[in-house]
């Protein structure tokens, strides 16, 4: 390396302000498409100072916006700024595109960076080489870089080993990664400037910093109305107004519209926060939606009463449940708006408070506090004097059978198919069979995870009611879902379900819910069926699904527990899931070694903060978490014995990657 950029810059204060201001004047100027470029004489004689890189994050209001930079053997200072400032503007593919009205919320912070050394050729030792609020970390390994700033230690109150595993982490690496000989860690250092990004931005351009305006009172009462007209045209098949002239048709990020009929209300909404559409064509696709569904309700025309509207734009990330701060959000002019796993929730009222807006948006979707729940502010115009929609589907309790919706895809459909393929699977000879407390056992497609099923299965004397615990992977329903319906179709012989069963487990754990809509398109309880069908006919099934909620294990591991011991005699408990889904081939054999010898250890807060450290989906862990600290409850999680784990690799959206299956019994 080249010594040169090994010593820090020596910058006085003219120097250190040029620096800020000629990378403010460049991302501003790049984020309104404007050229211009960082030039040597910009710096005040710095220019030409040899550095390792720079490096320019845009943040807004505490949250990440925006950042890039570059890095490399040795350049000039103000070539290293000029490439870093352009790449913070454009190219980080993480966030939607920066908006000229963005600049005045923004805040920006440069790094110089200098003194790059490779460090520990012993492995073990390389967290002693890390000075926390010293250095920054750069891991390589093959194709994998990660670059983690030396700030980052210091806000994220991470010590030496914390730091080497976030910056694996960054690499999408294991967090484990640096122990590793093949992985080279480098440490640098570096000097870090920050200021508001519109202080730098030029005065006589600061016309087009305007924020979008949304539609105006007048727009929206004519869009109210132009939807009402349309939702009756193609309710009658006849050709809607596809534009009205004289109103608003600017970009938007999500709209509802709102149908009032006779005796309730009905919302059609979209959300679409990375790529905003056109107020007008969405609207359309709303009214369509509005007629299609009055007619499948059969209702006609007469029934419909008024339309109101909500539009919403330009959004702002505030952070998620545990880490946001609304004090201060202008409420006459914002909402709150609420994501979590494909579910959202909008809530505007103007005037009101809104830490209490917040809390009515989280109570009215039963979100849960955590890390997955992400909160925005969102500019809203609307006919309402308030508004409140959301996406989240109030749980449904059918009394029909649940269709078999993974055969054909999962497992054979054909009867008789599916019969030989089964019984192909468990063992020709007789097997013996052990009172196990519970197990976890594959829910993958039979091809890669019948055998595995089979063979862990066979081994448990399995009672007359059985419950299962499996990941929740689709949008539709709550997060935490029994299944309450009667019966579970199959080809062939079903099985049944127990609503009572389903309904006092809902009662006694606060989590659970019963919910039919939560099951409708999941796999993993069905591929199961057949095999205990099986091997226990007759038997009844209780389902649950789980999405989210690390936190809640605990208490709702303790609330299954003490229930499961009033009752005269404990289902058998299963956990049917998967490990790495989709994970990288090259990564996920040590992921799941990782994770089965967790379980193997009976410990399962190790298992989550594994799957935790090394950024793994926490979903396909989850049931088999639960599971384990049910039984440790109940006193039944005393030993382990692993019957098999394998890997298949599989194809999703034109990449191979590995799915991971574990059968493990307990007792």
């Known amino acids: 390396m080249n010594r040169s950029m090994n010593v820090a810059p020596q910058l006085n204060e003219e120097q250190k302000t040029a620096i800020l201001e000629a990378a403010g004047r460049k991302v501003g100027l790049t984020i309104c498409r404007i050229e211009n470029e960082i030039e040597e004489k910009d710096l005040h004689g710095a220019g030409n100072a040899p550095v390792y890189g720079a490096f320019v994050t845009l943040k807004r209001f505490r949250q990440v916006r925006a950042q890039s930079g570059c890095m490399g053997d040795s350049m000039p200072l103000w070539e290293a700024l000029n490439t870093a400032a352009h790449r913070a503007a454009l190219e980080d593919l993480r966030f939607p595109p920066l908006e000229n009205h963005e600049i005045h919320d923004l805040q920006i912070e440069v790094w110089v960076l200098y003194s790059p050394e490779l460090i520990g050729s012993r492995p073990e030792e390389r967290p002693n080489f890390v000075e926390i609020g010293q250095h920054g970390l750069l891991v390589v390994h093959g194709e994998h870089r990660g670059l983690i700033l ?65 539609p105006g009172r007048k727009d929206l009462a004519q869009l109210a109305d132009h939807c009402y007209r349309n939702i009756i045209k193609q309710f009658e098949n006849r050709i809607p107004d596809y ?9 938007i990020s999500g709209a509802c519209l709102r149908v009032r009929l006779n005796s309730l209300s009905a919302d059609c909404a979209q959300l679409h926060l990375n790529h905003p559409q056109p107020l007008q064509a969405t609207l359309l696709g709303l009214s369509q939606n509005a007629a299609l569904a009055m007619r499948q309700n059969k209702l006609k025309p007469a029934d419909l009463q008024k339309t109101s509207l909500c539009i919403f734009w330009d959004p702002k990330n505030l952070g998620n449940t545990l880490t946001t701060d609304v004090s201060g959000l202008d409420t006459r002019r914002f909402g709150i708006l609420a994501l979590r796993f494909g579910k959202w929730i909008l809530g505007y009222a103007p005037g009101k408070d809104p830490a209490s807006i917040l809390e009515d948006v989280l109570k009215n979707s039963r979100f849960d506090r955590d890390e997955s729940t992400t909160i925005l502010s969102v500019q809203v115009a609307c006919t309402d004097i308030a508004f409140m929609t959301t ?41 013996e069979k052990k009172a196990f407390s519970g197990a976890v056992i594959p829910h993958g497609g039979w091809p890669f995870a019948g055998k595995l099923l089979a063979q862990t299965l066979e081994k448990m004397e399995l009672r007359n009611r059985i419950l299962i615990f499996a990941p929740k992977y689709q949008a539709l329903g709550v997060d935490w879902g029994v299944c309450p319906d009667p019966r579970w179709n199959l080809p062939g012989r079903p099985m049944e379900g127990d609503i009572n069963l389903s309904r006092a487990m809902t009662e006694a754990v606060d989590s659970f819910q019963l919910d039919s809509l939560a099951h409708s398109r999941e796999h993993g309880i069905e591929v199961v069926l057949p095999f205990l069908s099986y091997l226990v006919p007759g038997a009844h099934v209780v389902g649950t699904v789980m999405q989210g909620g690390a936190r809640k294990l605990e208490n709702a591991s303790k609330q299954l527990a003490a229930w499961l011991q009033t009752l005269p005699q404990c289902p058998t408990l299963l956990a049917a899931s998967d490990l790495s889904l989709y994970a990288d081939p090259k990564q996920s054999p040590r ?28 979903t396909g862990v989850l049931p088999c978490a639960f599971l384990m600290m049910t039984l440790r409850e109940l006193g039944l999680l005393n030993r382990s014995h692993l019957v098999g784990h ?13 799915v991971g299956f574990c059968g493990m019994l307990f007792e």
């Open 150 to 214: 030396p700030n980052t230690a210091a806000e994220k109150k991470l010590d030496a080993r914390g730091f080497l595993e976030e910056a694996c982490r960054k690499a999408h690496l294991p967090a484990n990664a640096w122990q590793e000989d093949e992985t080279m860690v480098f440490r640098f250092q570096g000097l870090v400037f920050s200021g508001n990004l519109k202080d730098y931005f030029p005065q006589e351009l600061t016309h087009i910093l305007q924020p979008p305006k949304g």
């Open 646 to 658: 394998t890997q298949s690799i599989e194809s999703k959206n034109g990449v191979r990657k590995e």
């Open 391 to 431: 996406t989240v589907q109030k749980p449904m309790v059918k009394d029909t059978p649940r269709p078999a919706i993974a055969a054909g895809a999962f497992y054979p459909a054909n009867v008789r198919e599916m019969e030989t393929m089964r019984n192909g699977f468990f063992s020709s000879e007789p097997v």
């Open 591 to 618: 992921l799941d070694e990782s994770i089965v010898e967790a379980m193997a250890a009976l410990d399962p807060e190790k298992m989550l903060a594994l799957v935790q450290e090394k950024n793994a989906p926490l």
């Open 243 to 251: 534009y009205l002239p004289a109103a608003y048709d600017g970009k």
